[in-house]
Each structure stands twice: as C-alpha cells, then as structure tokens.
C-alpha cells in the first residue's frame, strides 16, 4: 500500500520563529490534507490540498503530486502552534492513509 | 452548528466487557469512519460506511463491530475479543469517501482496567 512519511519527526521551537514540515508518499493521490490535533487529541482540518498552494493566515502549504510531496509552512509561530501535524493522502482503495505525525513544540 | 459528535469522552471498562462508542454527525455526509489511535502514532482505519446500512472492513477490524442503520450515526462496538482496546478513537465523516475532505469529532478515549 501506499507509504506516507513525515519529517521531522519531531521539531522544537522559538515563538516566532518559522518551520517548513514535510510530507512525502510513495504514489499518485487525488486527497491529501494536513491536519493539527491539539493537546485535547481533536484533528483540527487546515489544508485540502492534493494539488497547488494555499495560504490560511500565518500558514501555508503546497503540494507538488507529480514528485509526490507536500510541504507545510508555519511563520511566526505561536504556543498555541504546539501540537501534532498529521499528513493524510487517499490510497488506491480510497481510504485516507496517515503518516505518523510530526510533533511540534513551541517554547514562550 | 454542523459538526461531529463522539460520545462519550472519556470510557472505563473491565475486562471481557463490551462498549459502544457513539458518533453522530448533522453534516449530511454520506461516508463515515472509525480510526484508532495508539499514543505517539497516527491513526488506523477500523471500519468505515459509504452508505446506509453498507459498512466494511478497514485495516484493523478484528475484535470491532459497527452498523449503519440511519445516514447520521455510525457506532462502533469494541468487543471482549480486542485483545488490546485501550486507545483513543476518531470518528470522521466526509462527502464522498474518494475525494471528500475529511472530518474528525473530538474523539473517545478508552481504557480498560
């Protein structure tokens, strides 16, 4: 099945400062979203982006399909940015796979 | 408002007992699912449901039972035969399953003693 792999793993932060996650599968999608879920566990939906850029305040993201990645931007980050960020992409049955997150910690 | 409702939040349960985790959605979505999530991972797909009374198996099905007997409410029954339940739960629902976006309730945590 398709291979969804998230880098970093894990990213510590300065407020204020900028981070570019990454997102890479292993075959062609026509669904990806990313995804935050904050500490109380709930996945907030940020981007449905399978394909081009968009932009929703201090975040961003982009999806390249055909070299089969997708970059999540964050400028100035905030505490309230701490969290996991989850990729998800559509397998060749449709069902969303996930990859395992990256964790994001953002210090005062 | 439109949303997704998991209930309940938080569930304790002994051994050998069954539990029915509840999801309810008032989006008018057609396909809905039931992911796991295991502490530090990302999430497994259980069981999902395009349609009424139509569901199937996901990649962990074993041990988990679901039904789909009206468009707004898909629960999901965690079995004595899960050998290992304790985990956090995700309902989703999105339009249509291959190109809909998703979205997720708030989740039911359950722990068994």
């Known amino acids: 099945g398709i291979q969804v792999e998230q880098s970093p793993p894990d990213l510590i932060l300065q407020e204020g400062a900028n981070s570019t996650l990454r997102c890479n599968f292993s075959d062609s999608v026509n669904n990806l979203q990313w995804f935050h879920q904050n500490p109380w566990g709930q996945l907030i939906n940020l981007f449905y982006i399978p394909s081009g850029t968009k932009q929703n305040g201090r975040l961003s993201a982009t999806t390249v399909a055909t070299e089969r990645y997708s970059l999540l931007y964050i400028s100035s980050s905030q505490t309230t940015d701490s969290g996991v960020y989850f990729c998800?992409?559509?397998?060749?049955?449709?069902?969303?796979?996930f990859g395992a997150g990256t964790r994001l910690t953002v210090k005062p | 408002d439109g949303g997704i409702t998991q209930s309940p939040k938080y569930l304790f349960r002994k051994e050998g007992q069954n539990v029915t985790l509840s999801c309810e959605q008032n989006?008018?979505?057609?396909?809905m699912y039931w992911y796991r999530q295991d502490p530090g991972q990302g999430l497994r797909l259980i069981y999902y449901?395009?349609?009424?009374?139509?569901?199937q198996k996901g990649d962990i099905a074993e041990g988990y039972s679901v039904s789909r007997e009206k468009k707004e409410s898909f629960p999901l029954t965690v079995t004595s035969a899960q050998k290992n339940p304790t985990a956090f739960y995700l309902c989703?629902?999105?339009?249509?399953?291959?190109?809909?976006?998703?979205?997720f309730g708030e989740g039911s945590r359950l722990t068994v003693l």
């Open positions: 989006l008018n979505h057609d396909a």
């Open positions: 449901s395009q349609i009424v009374n139509d569901f």
């Open positions: 989703a629902s999105s339009s249509q399953k291959n190109t809909g976006e998703l979205f």
């Open positions: 998800a992409v559509n397998d060749n049955n449709n069902d969303m796979r």
